[in-house]
């Protein structure tokens, strides 16, 4: 079974540049800068954030999910600032059979640092180490080509192609399925 009594205390974790930390609602407009730009959402199949409550809502809906042992979302932090520039975390915790997905977003003056190849990364191991997975899924739209990329960097292998198997906004979409086993 998947380890969840190592998500309380949230665990924080670090490297050189980065800190990985729990989001809180002095995060809000933080994350809110992230959720409502189009750039971001564009590949997500989800509405951006119209108002700061919708963002609100999202951080409260993080804290029962993580209370209610069903995923966990750090925010992610540049040092040596504590300002939240993206996040990411295991959410869909397969318990049963040790499997977890991951999601991430960070903001686009962030992009193509290395920034979120060095979260999964660090969330990865988390999960293997700590939580007990055996894999991780991460679902990707088929034209984002940019987070297959960074998967792929990670050592995820895409599992499936299906066709048009999420309706949002009027459109049937592809997935695009990638994994990480378990090193041995």
Same mark, same amino acid.
């Given at each position: 079974m998947i380890n969840t009594t190592v998500l309380s205390p949230f665990p924080i974790i670090e490297t050189e540049r980065l800190i990985l930390r729990k989001v809180t609602l002095d995060d809000a407009n933080d994350l809110f800068a992230i959720r409502s730009d189009i750039r971001v959402v564009r590949y997500l199949g989800r509405d951006r954030n119209i108002n700061i409550d919708e963002t609100i809502t999202n951080i409260n809906l993080l804290e029962a999910m993580l209370n209610n042992e069903e995923g966990i979302r750090w925010g992610i932090t540049l040092k040596p600032s504590d300002k939240l520039i993206g996040s990411i975390g295991f959410w869909r915790l397969n318990k049963p059979h040790f499997r977890a997905e991951i999601g !991430?977003?960070?903001?686009?003056?962030?992009?193509?640092?290395?920034? $979120? @190849?060095?979260?999964?990364?660090?969330?990865?191991?988390?999960?293997?180490?700590? $939580?007990?997975?055996?894999?991780?899924?991460?679902? @990707?739209?088929?034209?984002?080509?940019? @987070?297959?990329?960074?998967?792929?960097?990670?050592?995820?292998?895409?599992?499936?192609?299906?066709?048009?198997?999420?309706? !949002?906004?009027?459109?049937?979409?592809?997935?695009?399925?990638?994994s990480l086993i378990q090193p041995k």
């Open positions: !991430y977003d960070l903001h686009p003056d962030f992009w193509n640092k290395g920034i $979120m @190849t060095e979260a999964i990364k660090l969330v990865s191991n988390f999960g293997f180490q700590k $939580m007990n997975l055996h894999s991780i899924e991460a679902n @990707t739209d088929k034209d984002n080509i940019a @987070t297959q990329k960074v998967l792929v960097k990670n050592g995820f292998v895409k599992e499936a192609h299906f066709k048009e198997n999420y309706y !949002y906004n009027g459109k049937f979409l592809d997935s695009v399925i990638f």
